[in-house]
């Protein structure tokens, strides 16, 4: 398994030292990729082209995300501009970033959504949740019924950015209109670390 570095990076408002700013320093970021040929190798190109060195790849091909993606943990030693270069391209190309060095998801949000989820497709439900909010979908609990024309509950673990939970509460909400799907929320509510 890969050691996890902790990297005491300025604010992302450009704050500390201008030497501090370009001290490189080890940062982690955790990926979601689709289970297709060269979506690893495409990921690490933003590292390369912004001048990250690369200390390890932790690729768990075995196990799946809710969403039915791999996550990959990257180890890169960047300064802290560069690595803020590094993330954001990653992003601009569409892989989804589900940490970034200090940014982290510090609130949980749990929420149960009901209807005809199967028929919806679950898997766009979720993947809007991630792209209309600041949050990302850590655990997905599905319960299908019988027949397939029934009603399905999923009950939804949110990991946030810290006083982003309203947000992706209402960003949850709006999606769940659009598919005529109930939320009932939240279940939970609180810090996760």
Not at 35 to 61: C, M, Q, T, V, Y
Not at 74 to 88: G, H, K, L, N, Y
Request: glycine share 8%; hydrophobic share 35%; with cysteine.
């Amino acid at each position: 398994m890969v050691s996890h570095h902790n990297a005491n990076r300025p604010s992302r408002d450009g704050g500390g030292s201008m030497s501090e700013r370009m001290v490189p320093r080890a940062h982690t970021v955790r990926l979601e990729l689709d289970d297709e040929p060269g979506k690893l190798l495409n990921a690490l190109d933003p590292i390369a082209e912004h001048g990250g060195n690369l200390l390890s790849i932790f690729h768990e091909r075995g196990n799946r995300t809710p969403r039915g993606q791999i996550p990959v943990e990257v180890d890169v030693e960047a300064t802290p501009e560069r690595f803020d270069r590094i993330v954001s391209t990653l992003r601009e190309t569409g892989v989804n970033v589900v940490q970034a060095g200090a940014e982290r998801y510090s609130e949980e949000l749990t929420v149960l959504l009901v209807g005809r989820l199967i028929e919806t497709d679950l898997s766009d439900t979720l993947t809007q949740f991630e792209h209309c909010s600041s949050a990302s979908v850590a655990d997905v609990s599905l319960t299908v019924a019988d027949e397939t024309d029934e009603v399905s509950s999923a009950r939804i673990r949110l990991a946030a950015h810290a006083g982003e939970t309203d947000r992706a509460l209402a960003a949850i909400h709006e999606v769940a209109a659009e598919k005529d799907l109930t939320v009932i929320s939240p279940l939970t509510r609180g810090d996760s670390g």
